[in-house]
């Protein structure tokens, strides 16, 4: 029996749609979020950058601007010639990711919440 994307995922997911950019050296690409945990997130994207590929991100969080490192670990084939890319944090250390996880634990919160 197959497992879905759900059933593999090792830890919970909330809903989120906040301003995030991919930078690349001379360029800033705005993405959309469609989801984040405490370890990563996932993204909708025009053109993804390849798995395992290793990209910097700026997130606007409601408190304060985070840029942090990100490993491509999925792509997902979406609608619109869109593509889904999950990524999973690199080196999220010290006030980052101090300030990223009580984000994500106040999104969890209000979705447990709202059900």
Known sequence: ?????????????????????????????????????????FLRVTSAPQVRELVKLRIELPTRELLVHAVVVRHTPEAGGKVGVGLSFF?????????????????????????
Do not use: C, Y
């Open 91 to 115: 080196a999220l250390n010290g006030q980052d990711r101090a300030d990223w996880q009580s984000f994500i634990m106040n999104a969890l919160h209000a979705r447990s919440r709202a059900a």
């Open 1 to 41: 029996m197959a497992m879905n994307d759900t059933d593999r995922r090792k830890e919970a997911r909330a809903r989120i749609t906040i301003p995030v950019q991919i930078l690349r050296r001379s360029e800033r690409v705005a993405v959309q979020m469609v989801d984040a945990s405490f370890r990563g997130l």
